[in-house]
């Protein structure tokens, strides 16, 4: 099964609710959340999310590119975005305006191309290791998000509060490392919607015990980079438990776990009334082919 059917499953699975509240034995159906129409998505990634912009070897994000997304059949954006490293940790937490002024300017040229933009906090470093002695400086950062896109259309523009929370930032702590933030976007933006990913980097897993606030524009959010012995074959990063090289795909078990893991999104959605999307997904270049990262 291929991630296109993939998703062609979870909207199905949504539209199979309505007869679970005609069953008297059966809980009262949670109210359904309309999934958030990201369609097809791309991520902008190695631009904004380095350490500064081009350091990890991407160039620059020109305007050309967001034409050439747009003309490849793309409808949606994804902009991770690092702001600690542009922020002061001290009240007001001010971003750098230069900074803030790059980033309204791709977003510009997205919303002119009519595509839709996810705007995101990634790489937060400090969050995970101390979560809630570093939400108010979070919160402060959104603020001045929220101010700076205030007025933008709901349709086409949301934010995504933290991308990948780990290590210490968790379940046991997410809601309330999120709030600062969270009231600080509902202030100028009472109806956007906002996105929200669990803890252990937002795995599939994390769905089981994602916790969300009572908002009816919060909509939830995995990444899938399973089986990660494939993905991430040869992948520097993960040292020292790299993968080897050298793995197929898709072995009799892949096809398996990933009939266990539309089962677990359609279960999510029976459970919660929420359609998660899924925000990255891929498998490492280096040692894959082009045709066997499609496959």
């Given amino acids: 099964m291929n991630l296109k059917a993939f998703a062609a499953l979870l909207p ?26 990201v369609g097809t998505c791309v991520n902008i990634g190695n631009t904004l999310e380095a350490e500064f912009e081009g350091s990890w070897g991407g160039v620059p994000v020109r305007q050309d590119d967001l034409k050439r997304i747009k003309a490849a059949g793309f409808q949606t954006i994804r902009l991770p975005v690092r702001w600690h490293n542009k922020s ?29 933009v996810i705007l995101n906090s990634h790489h937060f470093d400090p969050i995970h290791d101390n979560p809630l002695g570093v939400a108010a400086w979070h919160g ?100 020292p438990d790299m993968p080897p090289v050298g793995r197929p795909f898709p072995t009799t078990q892949d096809a398996a776990q990933l009939a266990r893991d539309v089962a677990s999104i359609q279960t999510y959605i029976a459970r919660t009334g929420k359609t998660p999307f899924m925000g990255e997904t891929g498998a490492y270049d280096r040692h894959i082919s082009l045709e066997d990262r499609v496959k």
Avoid: C
């Fill in 12 to 37: 199905l699975a949504a539209l199979t609710l309505a007869p679970l509240a005609a069953t008297p034995a059966a809980a009262a159906a949670p109210a359904v959340t309309k999934p958030l129409p």
């Fill in 88 to 116: 002061s940790d001290k009240p007001p937490y001010a971003v750098d305006p230069k900074w803030m002024a790059r980033v309204k300017q791709i977003v510009d040229w997205a919303l002119a191309e009519d595509l839709n």
């Fill in 140 to 239: 402060g950062v959104w603020k001045q998000i929220a101010a700076t896109f205030k007025g933008y259309p709901e349709d086409s523009l949301w934010f995504e509060l933290e991308n990948e929370p780990h290590k210490n930032f968790n379940h046991t702590n997410l809601l309330q490392t999120l709030a600062p933030s969270l009231a600080e976007v509902r202030k100028l933006h009472p109806t956007r919607a906002v996105i929200i990913g669990g803890e252990n980097w937002s795995g599939i897993k994390s769905l089981e015990t994602l916790p969300l606030p009572d908002d009816a524009n919060v909509h939830p959010t995995f990444h899938y980079y399973d089986p990660f012995n494939y993905t991430h074959q040869g992948a520097e990063w993960t040292k």
